[in-house]
């Protein structure tokens, strides 16, 4: 789109898929971002992924992502390259290590940050235990 002779194009990232297979982190847990914008975005220039755990109501320190997503794409972020592999058969575009946002079990809140530190998109309620 143009407006008033810039160009503006739209990106919009969210969260598409948390997988905690076999309900156990020895199984390639993940969190797969989707970006429905018409631009690729460039996650190296400050986005991030935060996880708080359980009940908890401050979060813990977020990963700094890398890689871009393209436009329609998708953007896997796992918790070990080596048990994402051994799971699913290819790599995932980032591994960000265990007790972080890609580890999680399902019950607790995850969210991406852009660049500006906002939040793009949140699975739970911070503050409230998942369960059930």
């Known amino acids: 789109m143009v407006i008033f002779g810039i160009s503006i194009v739209s990106a919009q990232v969210f ?4 997988t905690d297979p076999q309900n156990s982190s ?3 847990r993940y969190v797969e971002l989707y970006n429905s914008g018409s631009a690729d975005v460039d996650l190296s220039t400050g986005w991030q ?3 708080w755990t359980n009940d908890n109501a401050d979060p813990q320190t977020p990963s700094d992502l890398t890689g871009t997503i393209p436009a329609g794409g998708f953007y ?3 918790n070990s390259a ?3 592999v051994d799971t699913y058969g290819f790599e995932a575009d980032q ?4 007790g972080g946002a890609a ?17 793009v ?3 739970g309620v911070p503050g409230e235990d998942g369960s059930g």
């Open 15 to 18: 969260i598409a898929e948390i």
């Open 26 to 28: 020895d199984a390639g």
């Open 49 to 51: 992924i935060q996880r």
């Open 76 to 78: 896997i972020i796992c």
């Open 82 to 84: 080596d048990k994402f």
């Open 95 to 98: 591994s960000i290590g265990t």
């Open 103 to 119: 580890d999680s079990n399902g019950d607790d809140q995850i969210a991406i940050l852009n660049d500006s530190g906002e939040i």
């Open 121 to 123: 998109d949140i699975f």
